[in-house]
């Protein structure tokens, strides 16, 4: 079943890998479920059941016009977990901007059917630099990637997956083809889409939603990460999730699922074998 039909009739775009108890994976801004192919492929091959997704806009998923906020990003999470019998058992795992649908989901859904979370590398609680969000981004820099995609989306997709990938002008932890990859994924998305979700990871609010965090919750972030700083999110959610783990890669950038891989791949392993 390589596709889901949302409720809204968008098509999107699954990939299902093992048997056993499902995992759930929502990818990051501006890539698709191509990106979590090293942990789905070590999950699977260790009785679990991988299942990621194209976001709806991204990959191979369709394009709607509209969509783009979080409670409907939501409810496309809440229909391909219920389409694919994934809604019982489930550990739900979002990288980055996909930390925000994990949130949404437990808040908006009540956590209906998952057993524990993972927020990797992810955009909550909140991304903004407001007077009570101090560590955040501020709007300035948020417009510029609006303005820069507009501009020329393939050159400012090259510079902003270097750093989101802790290249440097003379060491790297990834050689020059995994940029050109993480490129190529993101210029599957369709231009619309891309820009509506910037503007949805970088000014939507989750600090409500941490209270409905009631499983156990992997926090796993990286503290030279440029593109989502650690203070607003990662050590944010952590303190606001009760009972939450959160393992801090010292150095590692944005992009450690890929740059880590390993490391992060035991890591979530482990918790699901907690």
């Not at 759930?24 to 191509?34: C, F, K, M, V, Y």
């Not at 989306?153 to 090259?158: D, H, M, V, Y």
């Not at 970088?202 to 409500?208: E, L, N």
């Amino acid at each position: 079943m390589p596709y889901v039909k949302t409720r809204d009739g968008t098509d999107i775009y699954v990939k299902d890998w093992g048997t056993g108890r499902p995992v759930i994976l929502t990818h990051g801004w501006p890539l698709n479920a191509d990106s979590w192919d090293a942990q789905a492929m070590a999950l699977a091959q260790a009785g679990f059941r991988a299942i990621a997704y194209d976001r709806r806009g991204f990959g191979r998923s369709g394009q709607p016009w509209s969509g783009y906020d979080y409670d409907t990003l939501t409810d496309d999470l809440a229909d391909v977990m219920e389409a694919t019998g994934a809604n019982t058992d489930a550990t739900i795992v979002g990288f980055s901007m996909g930390g925000g649908e994990i949130a949404r989901y437990m808040s908006r859904y009540d956590g209906k059917g998952v057993v524990a979370a993972g927020l990797i590398s992810s955009v909550v609680p909140y991304m903004l630099k407001t007077d009570d969000n101090p560590d955040g981004v501020d709007e300035e820099t948020l417009a510029g990637i609006g303005a820069g995609i507009e501009d020329d989306r393939p050159a400012f997709f090259k510079t902003f997956l270097q750093q989101f990938l802790g290249v440097g002008f003379i060491t790297s932890p990834v050689s020059d083809e995994v940029v050109d990859w993480a490129w190529g994924l993101a210029m599957q998305a369709g231009l619309h889409p891309t820009l509506r979700c910037a503007e949805a990871f970088g000014h939507t609010d989750f600090r409500a939603d941490l209270a409905a965090f009631r499983v156990p919750t992997l926090v796993v972030h990286g503290t030279s990460d440029k593109t989502v700083p650690i203070d607003a999110t990662g050590r944010a959610a952590a303190k606001g999730i009760a009972g939450s783990q959160l393992v801090e890669y010292d150095g590692a950038p944005h992009g450690l699922t890929i740059t880590e891989s390993e490391r992060f791949t035991n890591d979530l392993l482990t918790f699901l074998g907690r």
